[in-house]
Nanobody
Framework: QVQLVESGGGLVQPGGSLRLSCAAS????????MGWYRQAPGKQRELVAT???????TYADSVKGRFTISRDNAKNTVYLQMNSLKPEDTAVYYC???????????????WGQGTQVTVSK
């Protein structure tokens, strides 16, 4: 099994920055793609950014140019650097890996527990 543990959320003023981290632990052969999603109150969960094991990235249009996703494969950790934060970025941010290889021919999808990001004066 795989556990994803997020950290780094908190309260920040508009225009500020935060860095989220998500570390994968447990029993697995490898972690494939990783990503960040977010869910604001009353809204559906939405994709923020993804990164493949080869470090190819994708971003939601709403965060392009402000957020940067990266990963450290040796540490099985993914990061989300968030700059120029806006009130509309307020949400619970979730870490995800859709293809953790847990057995020789078994890949599974895992989610973290989420970390709150609040952007407010």
């Amino acid at each position: 099994q795989v556990q994803l543990v997020e950290s780094g959320g908190g309260l920040v003023q508009p225009g500020g920055s935060l860095r989220l981290s998500c570390a994968a632990s447990g029993s697995f052969f490898s972690i494939g793609s990783m990503g960040w999603y977010r869910q604001a109150p009353g809204k559906q969960r939405e994709l923020v950014a993804t990164i493949t094991s080869g470090s190819s990235t994708t971003y939601a249009d709403s965060v392009k140019g402000r957020f940067t996703i990266s990963r450290d494969n040796a540490k099985n950790t993914v990061y989300l650097q968030m700059n120029s934060l806006k009130p509309e970025d307020t949400a619970v941010y979730y870490c995800n890996t859709p293809d953790a290889r847990v057995q020789v021919n078994v890949w599974r999808n895992y989610w973290g527990q989420g970390t709150q990001v609040t952007v407010s004066k």
